[in-house]
C-alpha cells in the first residue's frame, strides 16, 4: 500500500510540472527522481547495510554457514555487491517480491528499499 500511495504521490509531483536537476551520486545525470526529495536519505552505511543483514544474508552472506542453496556468487556483503545485483533486488523483493524467500519484509522497509535503490546507490 505504502509503495503504491508513493507512486501516486511521484505522479502527482510529476503531473504539478515540478521538475528538478542535480548532479546526485547516483548513476544518472538527468532529472532527480522526486522519491529522492521525501525527505528519506537511507545510505548503504545509515540503512542498507543493516537492510541486507536484516533480511538477506542469513542465505546471501559469502560466508554465510547455509545458503539454503541461495545462487553462488549474489552475496550483499559490501555496497558494491549491493550496487552490482540492484536490479535482482528491484525485481525479486519490489516486483516479484518471492525475495526473502518466506517473505516478511515491513512496508516501511520495502517503501525504503525502493528509494535506497533509486537514490542511495
Ligand atoms: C532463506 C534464504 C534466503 C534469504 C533470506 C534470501 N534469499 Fe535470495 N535466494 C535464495 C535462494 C535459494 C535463491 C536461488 C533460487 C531463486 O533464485 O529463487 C536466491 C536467489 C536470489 C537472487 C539471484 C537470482 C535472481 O533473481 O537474480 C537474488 C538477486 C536474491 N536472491 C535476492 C535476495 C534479497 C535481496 C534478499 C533479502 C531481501 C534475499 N534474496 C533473501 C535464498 C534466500
Given at each position: 500500500?505504502r509503495?503504491e500511495?508513493?507512486i501516486s504521490?511521484v ?6 510540472g515540478?521538475?528538478c536537476?542535480?548532479?546526485g551520486?547516483?548513476d544518472?545525470?538527468?532529472a532527480?527522481?522526486?522519491l529522492?526529495?521525501e ?9 542498507g547495510?543493516?537492510f541486507?543483514?536484516t533480511?538477506c544474508?542469513?542465505?546471501?552472506a559469502?560466508?554465510?554457514?547455509n ?9 550483499f556483503d559490501?555496497?558494491?555487491e549491493?550496487?552490482?545485483?540492484a536490479?535482482?533486488?528491484r525485481?525479486?523483493v519490489?516486483?516479484?517480491q518471492?525475495?526473502?524467500l518466506?517473505?516478511g519484509?515491513?512496508?516501511e522497509?520495502?517503501?525504503?528499499l525502493?528509494i535506497?535503490?533509486t537514490?542511495?546507490?
Amino acid at each position: 500500500m505504502r509503495i503504491e500511495a508513493s507512486i501516486s504521490l511521484v505522479v502527482a509531483v510529476l503531473a504539478l510540472g515540478v521538475s528538478c536537476t542535480g548532479a546526485g551520486d547516483g548513476d544518472s545525470a538527468a532529472a532527480v527522481d522526486p522519491l529522492c526529495e521525501e525527505g528519506f536519505d537511507p545510505t548503504w552505511q545509515t540503512w542498507g547495510k543493516g537492510f541486507f543483514v536484516t533480511y538477506c544474508n542469513s542465505c546471501h552472506a559469502a560466508d554465510s554457514p547455509n545458503r539454503f542453496g541461495a545462487t553462488e556468487g549474489v552475496s550483499f556483503d559490501t555496497y558494491s555487491e549491493a550496487a552490482q545485483w540492484a536490479p535482482r533486488v528491484r525485481a525479486r523483493v519490489l516486483e516479484s517480491q518471492d525475495m526473502p524467500l518466506g517473505g516478511g519484509v515491513k512496508d516501511e522497509d520495502l517503501y525504503l528499499l525502493d528509494i535506497f535503490l533509486t537514490c542511495g546507490l
